[in-house]
């Protein structure tokens, strides 16, 4: 099967007592921002940006909890900001757990060794004889593919520094969302540091040999190159990702602002208008068979531009330090109290694009997955043949590892120098592992 059952029977069954209930607009998703601090500084990244005053402010555990329980969306995607920063994220990963729900922790992957280490040591203490020998393999594993030092191993075998601080271990209900865009030089000059991408191959590597599940996120940005994409994809796919998402990027005000006062670039030469994402994701139909992409394929077509869906914003709320953010997770017109404000106090009709006119000048551009693809998945424009096609993708086998894998060159050198696209051309200097 494409998907884990119990996680597909999930949200489906959630989505049928929705529907049932005659509820009309509900969560599925909720982006979870718990911080905006971030030890990275990305080109596109909105966040960072239309936050910037606040970015050493916090959201309360309770209060990211309370979030949860208030949308009731059987999904959380724990976002920010780098998540990992946030000081509770283990107890609130925990929390989510503990409310039965599924848990993406969207990460640039420059603390999950740390996280995944952190998790080794605790563990070796609680489990029993059995299970300890079990894990001192897959040590020995992790020093044999340099995932960890030899200090990192007496680390973990010395124990948990703080025996009480729940870890964040492996679980049919967690995944791992790292921040991919590209191989090794785009990504880096994308993330604006050398080094990033390498990191993310070495956690993803060892997440898999400790039994996490790992997706992987990528936006598309005007002058990426989809050949790379597909490389990577072919890469990761060797390396046991289990899902991908892919999104077009979205021209996020304060993120062009920047790019013209700090990188002296032009923003309409790295985002994408309409008619360039449709050509971008001509192949999107291809490679939904051949790797195993998150999303349905209605939004696929539409990506592909074979059909036309309007947004459904509401059903993937934003929750920050400020509030839940309305429209949505990249326009900002307001911050309500609850939910249910958001909900009622939003204008709904005032946005998204239907039939090829954008009903605000903000949205015409933008083809996201957090405002279109709930519109695909809850089947608010469903066409003859959609719930069968749906199913089909489903409930079909899982994509098999392309085994091309070893003929990308993923490490294909890196000049980040000052950020995005002002580095030089590197000769390839590593062939991928
Ligand atoms: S890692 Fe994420 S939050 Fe941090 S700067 Fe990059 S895009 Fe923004
Ligand atoms: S079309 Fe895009 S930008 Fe506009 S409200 Fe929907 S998700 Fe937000």
């Known amino acids: 099967m494409r998907f884990p059952l119990a996680l597909t029977t999930k949200i489906a069954a959630y989505m049928i007592a929705q529907k049932l209930r005659g509820t009309k607009k509900f969560a599925t998703v909720l982006q979870l921002e718990p911080l905006h601090t971030c030890n990275l500084t990305c080109t596109g990244c ?16 309770e209060d990211c909890l309370t979030a949860a329980q208030e949308c009731n969306a059987p999904m959380i995607s724990i976002c920010g900001g780098e998540p990992l920063i946030y000081p509770h994220i283990e107890a609130l990963v925990k929390g989510l757990l503990e409310q039965k729900r599924i848990v993406y922790i969207c990460t640039n992957a420059m603390f ?12 070796l203490r609680n489990v ?49 969302n790292v921040h991919l865009d590209s191989l090794e030089r785009t990504h880096d000059l994308i993330v604006e540091r050398e080094g990033v991408f390498k990191e993310c191959i070495l956690a993803i590597k060892m997440a898999k040999v400790l039994g996490y599940q790992v997706a992987t996120n990528t936006t598309i940005y005007k002058e990426t190159d989809m050949q790379e994409v597909e490389q990577m994809f072919d890469y990761l796919s060797d390396l046991g990702v289990d899902g991908h998402t892919i999104s077009p990027g979205y021209e996020y005000d304060a993120a062009k602002k920047d790019m013209i006062k700090r990188l002296n ?37 539409f990506l592909a531009g074979k059909r036309d869906l309007t947004c459904s914003a509401w059903a993937i709320p934003t929750r920050n330090i400020r509030g839940w953010k309305g429209p949505c997770y990249l326009m900002t017109d307001a911050h309500y109290s609850s939910y249910a404000e958001l909900l009622g106090k939003t204008q709904w009709d005032r946005y998204g694009v239907v039939n090829g006119v954008a009903r605000d000048s903000r949205c015409e551009n933008c083809m996201v997955h957090c405002g279109y693809e709930p519109t695909a998945t809850l089947g608010l424009q469903a066409q003859r043949g959609d719930t069968w096609k749906t199913i089909k993708f489903n409930f079909g086998p899982k994509p098999k590892p392309t085994g091309l894998g070893s003929e990308v060159l993923a490490f294909n050198g890196v000049t980040s120098g000052n950020g ?3 580095g030089k051309r590197a000769e390839p200097s590593a062939q991928a592992s």
């Open 46 to 61: 909105g966040r960072i940006r239309e936050y910037s005053t606040s970015l050493k402010d916090m959201m309360a555990l």
């Open 420 to 422: 995005h696209l002002t």
């Open 265 to 301: 670039l032009q923003p309409e030469n790295f985002f994408l208008t309409r008619a360039m994402t449709i050509k971008k994701f001509q192949k999107i139909e291809e490679w939904m068979q051949r790797y195993t992409l998150l999303g349905t394929p209605v939004y696929f077509e």
């Open 128 to 176: 029993d004889r059995g299970l300890r020998k079990e894990l001192e393999e897959k040590i020995d594993i992790l020093l044999v593919k340099g995932l960890i030092s030899e200090k990192d191993a007496t680390e973990i075998r010395k124990g948990p520094k703080d025996p009480a601080k729940p870890t964040i271990g492996p679980t049919r209900w967690m995944y791992w």
């Open 112 to 123: 999950m060794r740390k996280k995944m280490r952190e998790w080794l040591a605790k563990e």
